[in-house]
């Protein structure tokens, strides 16, 4: 019960990180990227809460087609994959990335549908410049009365694009959430491959569409 409410609370505060690229120029650094992130997801999620309580798939859309854009979703994938990687080729490596998108995608707004009100967000000044390629912000997301909830979040600086995308959080007790699904996914890598891996990430996400995330853990 405790492992799922973890789960649970770190697939929704995972959500904070993703922010929709609306801006007329993409945040210069981590902080702006996590502080344009804070305040429009909620201001968004304020504005559809009558539509969220009757149907997911706004959470979905929103997550897809305006928060998504901030997330290096293919470095997490690969990093997910690990060692397997070589020896895969670039459809199945492009596969594999697509598919831990959409079961990203479809894992949070399983877990925001039941977490999406009475939710701030405040976002930590640096306490020292950022000048390498990876960084850390902090957050602390406020509900009600309860004490806030600290999260750190992890992005990198693409060298191509300079662009600061976030691909891991970390929630309060040091779990990371890419570590948890590197841990998960590994052991099926190393055994069945990504093309089999890439099926199981499918049927999960369609699982979790259909509200049925225990039977997608059961058929892995």
Known sequence: MIKRLIQGMTLLLAFCMLAPAQAETYPATPYQVIKVAADKTFQDIDQHQDKI???????????RNDLMPYVDYKYAAYFVVGAQLRGT????????????????????????SKYYSNQTV???EPKQPNNGKIAMVEVEVHQGDQAPIELQFTLRKN???GQWKAFDMVAEGGISLLT??????????????????????????????NGKASDSKASA
Request: aromatic share 6%; glycine share 2%.
């Open 53 to 63: 309580k009757n149907n997911v798939g706004v959470l979905r859309t929103i997550i």
């Open 89 to 112: 080729t670039k459809d199945e490596r492009e596969n594999f990335a697509n598919a831990f998108r959409d079961y990203i995608i479809e894992t949070y707004a399983n877990a925001l």
């Open 122 to 124: 405040k976002v930590l």
């Open 159 to 161: 060298k191509r694009t």
């Open 180 to 209: 948890t699904q590197k841990s998960e996914l590994a052991p099926l890598l190393r055994e069945k491959g990504i093309v089999a891996v890439t099926k199981t990430l499918v049927e999960r996400q369609k699982a979790l569409a």
